[in-house]
């Protein structure tokens, strides 16, 4: 348990944190299913949409440190290659 008066308040400040963390996890999480979805449909415009959609989410995580950069890279990396893999049209 916390003793001092700024421990008290570093735990406060740390349960803030991790729910932000936790809702912005979920969010990226959400954004990348939807654009395995569009790619498990085969269709590539909606596929490509939706990957436009979570990249940004998925940057913001990096620059709020919720993510590593090599984590998201090595992410948008491999959707990319599966839509990259779709047919054209």
Request: aromatic residues 0%.
């Given at each position: 348990m916390a003793n001092t008066p700024s421990a008290e308040k570093?735990?406060?400040r740390n349960?803030?944190?991790a729910a932000i963390?936790?809702?912005r996890?979920?969010?990226i999480r959400t954004f990348v299913k939807k654009v395995e979805a569009a790619i498990?449909?085969?269709e590539r415009a909606?596929?490509?949409a939706a990957f436009r959609l979570a990249q940004?989410?998925?940057q913001r995580g990096v620059a709020k440190g919720v993510?590593?950069?090599n984590t998201a890279a090595r992410k948008l990396s491999r959707l990319w290659a599966r839509i990259a893999r779709l047919p054209q049209g």
């Open positions: 570093r735990v406060r349960a803030r944190r963390n936790r809702a996890r979920s969010r498990a449909s085969g909606a596929a490509e940004p989410e998925i993510l590593h950069r």
